[in-house]
């Protein structure tokens, strides 16, 4: 028994890990190929789903189509970041949730955080999104209703400190909007780039808030921070286009992650990188050209 055991361990080492080995090798260059082929360069295949992915037909089904449904900065704003704490996994399924938080907040988002309180958890006692559930929501419309009663907007208190760069300012924030909170779970929700964490959500947000809305997938409401300082949203679809092109080394989501993609897309457009967001998300998800 001892010496099959030791046969097996052999043919398992030798011959079934080499093999699959193989496969996996065969099945990425397989996946590569036709993109060297076809495209001389990293910049002209980004370019290339940009040009096809980067229009309103897109946010048909994304997330983003919910904050458009308003028509003030103040409810788009708050929509958008509201929205943006709960977009992680299956499109499809954020869209629905975010749509039954915004339904029940009436018509103005922002409005209903301003005149919160705890007899109006009755309003969002049924909101939930996999890990995030009526709690998670009622402690963080609270803190929200601080942070507005103190600064009047999120832009206001992200452009509290002058003169410094997007990691301070996201750093300000997140210290701002979970000052004194007694719930342990929201701290998980508003990622700390400090611990390295990619912060997906905020930075989408950010995307929707800054970018122009010319193309139809962001909003362009704010105007005191500028195209070329985001950074880029890295999901998982992001991260495995940007290692299959090379653009880094690791799949693995962190700000460290975000900062070497952030910079290596300054290459292609300095003044608005992250415009490849959407070309890197549909390269990652298997979208075809």
């Given amino acids: 028994f001892k010496r099959l055991l030791q046969q097996i361990k052999f043919y398992r080492v030798h011959?079934?890990?080499?093999?699959?080995?193989?496969?996996?090798?065969?099945?990425?260059?397989?996946?590569?190929?036709?993109?060297?082929?076809?495209?001389?360069?990293?910049?002209?295949?980004?370019?290339?789903?940009?040009?096809?992915?980067r229009n309103k037909n897109f946010c048909t089904n994304d997330p983003v189509q919910i904050p458009m449904r308003y028509k003030t900065p103040l409810d788009r704003e708050i929509s958008a970041f509201l929205v943006s704490v709960i977009c992680w996994g299956n499109r499809k399924a954020i869209i629905q949730a975010a749509t039954r938080w915004m339904d029940a907040m009436g018509s103005s988002p922002y409005e209903f955080v301003q005149n919160y309180s705890a007899k109006d958890y009755t309003y969002v006692k049924s909101i939930y999104y996999r890990?995030?559930?009526?709690?998670?929501?009622?402690?963080?419309?609270?803190?929200?209703?601080?942070?507005?009663?103190?600064?009047?907007?999120?832009?206001?208190?992200?452009?509290?400190?002058?003169?410094?760069n997007l990691e301070e300012r996201i750093?300000?924030?997140?210290?701002?909007?979970?000052?004194k909170t007694t719930s342990v779970r929201l701290h998980h929700h508003i990622s700390n780039i400090d611990?390295?964490?990619?912060?997906?959500?905020?930075?989408?947000?950010?995307?929707?808030?800054?970018?122009?809305g010319e193309d139809g997938l962001d909003l362009g409401v704010w105007k005191n921070l500028k195209p070329f300082e985001l950074m880029i949203p890295m999901d998982v679809h992001v991260g495995?286009?940007?290692?299959?092109?090379?653009?880094?080394?690791?799949?693995?989501?962190?700000?460290?992650r975000v900062k070497e993609i952030s910079e290596r897309l300054t290459q292609f457009d300095p003044l608005d990188?992250?415009?490849?967001?959407?070309?890197?998300?549909?390269?990652?998800?298997?979208?075809?050209?």
């Avoid at 076809?38 to 290339?48: E, I």
């Avoid at 495995?240 to 460290?256: E, P």
């Fill in 131 to 164: 890990t995030f559930n009526s709690e998670d929501c009622h402690h963080l419309l609270l803190q929200l209703q601080k942070l507005l009663r103190q600064y009047a907007s999120i832009e206001a208190c992200f452009m509290k400190l002058p003169n410094c």
């Fill in 195 to 212: 611990r390295n964490a990619a912060s997906k959500r905020l930075c989408l947000f950010l995307k929707w808030m800054v970018r122009s």
């Fill in 273 to 289: 990188p992250i415009k490849y967001d959407t070309a890197l998300f549909c390269i990652g998800a298997g979208f075809t050209i």
């Fill in 240 to 256: 495995k286009a940007a290692f299959d092109l090379n653009i880094i080394n690791s799949r693995t989501a962190n700000w460290k």
């Fill in 15 to 53: 011959l079934y890990v080499p093999f699959f080995n193989f496969i996996a090798d065969i099945s990425i260059a397989w996946t590569i190929q036709p993109i060297d082929l076809k495209f001389k360069n990293v910049q002209t295949l980004l370019n290339a789903y940009d040009r096809k992915y």
């Fill in 171 to 179: 750093r300000f924030f997140r210290r701002t909007l979970l000052n």
